[in-house]
Each structure stands twice: as structure tokens, then as C-alpha cells.
């Protein structure tokens, strides 16, 4: 089996394998942009970007929410209209830490809607821990 492997860089990287004569398509699956807390510090201070933050209350509860925070009803369940109407805006999506994933799948669905989105991985954990201040939801 051959493959061509094409890569394309926009907001987020592409990747797609393409097949050839008779094989089956795979689907292009873009690759979700992952934000350090240096680049959200940043971005928070310039307000080029907006913190979309995932948690359940009881996380929101126990350590706060990164200031200025869209708080999401549900990580995957959440309403659209929940996000900033302009899909221009970047969207920084997080969760309590590197361990929970609920911030990839709501960025994944801001992202197939159109909105550019980024990942803070270490979450509001991570973002405690580096000693940024945080404020209560």
C-alpha cells in the first residue's frame, strides 16, 4: 500500500493521508494547538485571546478559574452560542490538568464550528502552580 502524506500549516497543523487507486480515503483529522502557560500569559496580557474554561463547578470551586474566563455549561454538551460570536477570536480551552482531556474535545467542537482554538494542557493546576493568579467563578 502506498501513502502521500501532506502536511499544510494554518492556525492549527493539517495532516491527511491521501490513498491511491482503489484504497480508502482516511479523513482529515486537524491537530488541536497546544498553548504553554508562558503563551497564555502572554495572550491574556496583550487580550488577543479568549480562556474557555471546561471544569465542573466543583473544580471551578477548589481552584478557581483562569480571570476573565468563558465558563462552559458542559465540556461536550455546551451550546455554541456559550462562545463569542466572532470565530475570529482565539479560543484557549482548558480542564483541571494534563490529565484530563475535557478541554481537547471542547476545543475539538469549537474548532469543527469554525473558531480557532488552542489547549492550555496543564490546566488550571498547571496554571496555579506556575503562580498566576486565578479568581473565583
Known amino acids: 500500500m502506498k501513502r502521500i502524506v501532506l502536511s499544510a500549516v494554518l492556525a492549527t497543523s493539517f495532516v491527511s493521508t ?3 487507486a482503489g484504497e480508502p480515503k482516511a479523513s482529515i483529522v486537524p491537530e488541536l494547538t497546544k498553548a504553554t502557560i508562558g503563551q497564555v500569559m502572554e ?6 485571546a479568549t480562556m474557555v474554561d471546561v471544569n465542573d463547578a ?3 470551586g477548589k481552584f478557581g478559574v483562569i480571570p476573565g474566563a468563558v465558563l462552559l455549561s458542559s465540556s461536550s454538551e455546551y451550546k455554541l452560542t456559550e462562545l463569542p460570536a466572532d ?5 484557549v480551552f482548558y480542564c483541571a490538568n494534563a490529565s484530563c482531556k475535557a478541554s481537547d474535545a471542547a476545543a475539538r467542537r ?8 488552542a489547549v492550555l ?6 496554571w496555579k502552580k506556575a503562580g498566576q493568579a486565578t479568581a473565583k467563578p
Do not use: H
Open 121 to 126: 494542557q496543564e490546566g488550571i493546576m498547571g
Open 18 to 20: 491521501v490513498a491511491l
Open 87 to 91: 470565530k475570529a477570536s482565539k479560543l
Open 110 to 117: 469549537a474548532q469543527d464550528a469554525g473558531y480557532t482554538v
Open 58 to 60: 466543583e473544580t471551578r
Open 43 to 48: 495572550w491574556t496580557r496583550a487580550k488577543t
